[in-house]
């Protein structure tokens, strides 16, 4: 079933000052309707995009190249026009409606919402109110007013399309939200859990506070990486780009760094792209003997290519020879130096296996990584 997202941005939202509709002000180096648009980008449920703008912001819209990302639609006189405006532009089987002023909502509360289409013909998130109700006048208290069922609405709220537009014709303009729209034509809605971070910016504090929230909403990745070679001949090994003078060597196709390697699979795997055999195939006559270096530093291009800083790395090697402590510090810096880091975010260590297993009887050496990536 499809899935249609129609992001409202067509009010002014005179409450939150400044020079310009809320929706089109910056936090955290984009607009806020940008960083909605990002949202709904994200998610593998969302086939189609349709942002309604007033005719007023058409401009904006087209020099932050909007059009590339969703359907830009114009929207009518309030809320219950610019919605049908939307909904005219879709043939998808569901729609959320949602407002470009809840920028930090969380992925899962569509995911809620959706979830519950399957057995209802709307459904949309919500808080439970859970602080004591008064009435009051002029300042003062005059009355308690009862709690019980009482929820604090949200968006999106999603719908079967056809339901939907039907019932805006019918109850035309006036709605507070489609919730009521929907309930005015006798459709039942489903409540879903909302989620407190998917505030709507109403206010100017709101916008410190969506800041705060999308400041901490971050794509931190880890990846770990194992990697072995065997012991040949030779009269030295290279690890983590230092070479170390010792009675054997070790066998690979490449230079047989096994620190290096490990440390270049960590990255591939915390970006998803597989693994060093892969991107430099064994097979391949033109990687024998290669400098590992070559394929560390395709590994910490490609992070930052997909917009990603490495921001610690951690390599244990497991052997009993040759020994790791009077080189680690070289090897620190070498690894530090390829891949751009401070020293200080860099670990090579090595431990022993007791001399139990292949590397206990000196057949070969093994080496583990983890590393750790944040979206820039």
């Known amino acids: 079933m499809t899935t249609a997202a129609i992001i409202v941005a067509a009010g002014r939202g005179t409450r939150a000052g400044g020079d310009a509709p809320k929706q089109w002000q910056l936090i955290a180096g984009q607009t806020v309707v940008e960083h909605t648009l990002d949202l709904f980008e994200a998610h593998d449920r969302i086939d189609e995009i349709i942002l309604v703008v007033a005719q007023a912001d058409i401009q904006r819209a087209h020099d932050l190249g909007l059009q590339d990302r969703a359907a830009v639609v114009i929207g009518g006189a309030e809320r219950s026009a610019s919605v049908m405006n939307g909904l005219a532009q879709t043939t998808a089987e569901r729609v959320l409606i949602h407002d470009a002023a809840r920028c930090c909502c969380p992925a899962n509360v569509l995911d809620r919402v959706m979830d519950a289409l399957e057995d209802h013909p709307a459904a949309a998130p919500a808080l439970a109110v859970t602080d004591a109700l008064w009435t009051g ?206 020293v200080d975010r860099i670990s090579v260590k090595a431990t022993t296996s007791e001399r139990l297993g292949f590397t206990g009887r000196g057949e070969g050496i093994a080496a583990m990584a983890t590393v750790t990536l944040v979206k820039s």
Not at 164 to 182: E, K, M, N, P, T
Not at 192 to 215: H, S, Y
Not at 218 to 237: A, L, P, S
Not at 320 to 332: L, S
Request: hydrophobic share 40%; glycine share 12%; net charge negative.
């Open 137 to 342: 006048k002029d300042g003062a208290v005059t009355g308690v007013q009862d709690r019980t069922g009482l929820y604090r609405a949200q968006t999106p709220q999603g719908f079967h399309t056809a339901p939907l537009r039907d019932a805006h014709v019918i109850h035309g303009a006036g709605a507070a939200d489609d919730v009521a729209v929907a309930r005015a034509a006798g459709l039942s809605v489903a409540i879903v859990q909302g989620d407190t971070r998917n505030l709507k910016i109403t206010t100017p504090d709101d916008f410190a506070r969506a800041a705060a929230l999308l400041e901490t909403s971050m794509d931190i990745r880890t990846g770990n990486g194992f990697d072995v070679h065997r012991f040949g001949e030779g009269d030295h090994v290279i690890l983590c780009g230092v070479k170390i003078p010792h009675n054997r060597g070790l066998q690979g196709h490449s230079d047989a760094d096994v620190g290096m390697h490990t440390v270049t699979d960590a990255i591939y795997g915390a970006l998803c792209r597989g693994d060093i055999g892969q991107h430099f195939p064994p097979s391949d006559p033109q990687w024998k003997g290669a400098d590992s270096v070559i394929f560390l530093e395709h590994a910490c291009g490609l992070a930052r290519d997909m917009g990603f800083d490495i921001t610690h790395m951690d390599c244990t090697l497991i052997c009993e020879f040759p020994k790791i402590g009077p080189v680690a510090q070289a090897m620190r810096d070498r690894m530090a130096n390829i891949m751009g880091l401070d």
